[in-house]
């Protein structure tokens, strides 16, 4: 199993950002797949989330109408538009495998470095 996200970097405040993390070793399409952070000195917690169709999102309150998760099941990929970026949002983003939509799941990535900043 391998999840490779990409597309992190260093943005100034009110930028975007498209992170992107691509499966393999596993049937992508039958995972539910989510978007944790963490930054230095927090917990890692939940950004957003797909179900396995793509016909349920969730996104935290702290990046609700900024964010967007999507997935295309055809290239084994899930995406984070991040939009109006904040320094607040300044973290490690991680891409996450699991069967239950909304439930942290086994599978991690290494991880991808966002910094806002001006």
């Known amino acids: 199993v391998q999840l490779v996200e990409s597309g992190g970097g260093l943005v100034q405040p009110g930028g975007s950002l498209r992170l992107s993390c691509v499966a393999s070793?596993?049937?992508?399409?039958?995972?539910?797949m989510n978007w944790y952070r963490q930054a230095p000195g927090k917990e890692r917690e939940l950004v957003a989330a797909?179900?396995?169709?793509?016909?349920?999102?969730y996104y935290a309150d702290s990046v609700k109408g900024r964010f967007t998760i999507s997935r295309d099941n055809a290239k084994n990929t899930v995406y984070l538009q991040m939009n109006s970026l904040k320094p607040e949002d300044t973290a490690v983003y991680y891409c996450?495998?699991?069967?239950?939509?909304?439930?942290?799941?086994?599978?991690w990535g290494q991880g991808t470095q966002v910094t806002v900043s001006s």
């Open positions: 996450n495998a699991g069967s239950n939509y909304r439930k942290m799941g086994d599978y």
């Open positions: 070793g596993f049937t992508f399409s039958s995972y539910a």
């Open positions: 797909v179900s396995s169709a793509g016909g349920r999102t």
